[in-house]
DNA sequence: CAAACTTTACTTACTGGTTAGTAAGGTGTC
DNA sequence: GACACCTTACTAACCAGTAAGTAAAGTTTG
């Protein structure tokens, strides 16, 4: 009889998440099968047979971010606005502290034109759901009187996105960035500053 | 007698001009040297004479953005800081509508990790040359009164920054990002938005 | 229950293409 | 004839991807 476990292989899920280590820290035109077979310890070949082309192997690790994204929106819709912003905050220091990782929507947008074009149509996906839910933290702030801020739901929710996914790439020259950054959008979003 | 254009050779100028907008579209990790050959119409060995390493040539194009942004940066010190917000905000979209090139500090950030050091040293000077630009931006413009905004102007400056760079790169999936945060870091600003 | 097979998960060994980089030579100009 | 600027011709490394084979586990059938 097959366990659930079964239906994702061990090695194929090791693979994605090598992949995705790689792909966050070097980007996906950086990295190669050698990289993942030899951190794996075994044959390239071996990779190949998981994932056949590199293209299935980019695009099984957006739709996986995908669903997990999904999760993370899904469990926390019964928080506040301003507790589902600190759970972002969270996420993204979760990136940083990790190899200096960047999110991934900052990888696949910036190598979009590069990218075969089956992942664009999934990083387009994937980026218009971070945005949604960056908007509806916004939209629901204001709703409840929570957050008061200048401009629409939606500009303040891309502004947010925008600014922490830049915000991601450049702490790699000044790791403070994050920090500035967050406290920055919480005072531009009328939230009280948490005490330390 | 030479004249001050022999400085710099024709070709070799040429080939930054090449390799900068291969840099800009597909990234430093994603551009040959076969790219800029066969676009100028020689040989691949005529590169490695001007540019005997990708290295160099990497160098060079971050020192020659660093020139130019600096030019750029004086050529504005008599504007008001809205009339400066408004020529970076014309330097965003001219990236933009060249290709949905990127700015550079969101490339070598965002490819950091994989970058030769010489590049990173490079990258780094340039991001916080970029980023005083703007803090200065954001100081002036509380110091005047033209600007009313939360925080300090060191975190607004960064912001700007930081949200700037990353809706370059959600641009290519959505090309009306740009228009979008242009007008909500005005708002922000508290600056009037533009009549039409 | 066991022999016969099929499938899974690899391996070895390879191909053809691309990469950065080099060495040596040619050609025109001051 | 020295120098600037290129060429041809090459190397060694790496890249994604494939073909064929193998060992073990699972499945089917007599």
New binding site residues.
Partial sequence: ??TAA?AK????KRILDIAEELLLTRGYNA?????I?SAL??????I??????????GVALIQRYRRRFQRFVEAQLALTPAQQLEQYYTLTDAYFERDQQICPSGILTTEYQTLPEEMQQEANAFVDEMRDWAVSIAARGRADGSMRYAGTPEAMGLLMLAALQGGLQLARTDQAVIDVLKIQIRALLGLDVPLP
Same sequence: chains 1, 2.
Avoid: C, E, I
């Fill in positions: 009889m097959k079964d292989t061990d090695t194929s990295f190669s099968y050698q990289h077979s310890g075994v044959r390239n070949a071996a190949h047979y998981h994932y056949p082309k590199k293209t299935d192997l």
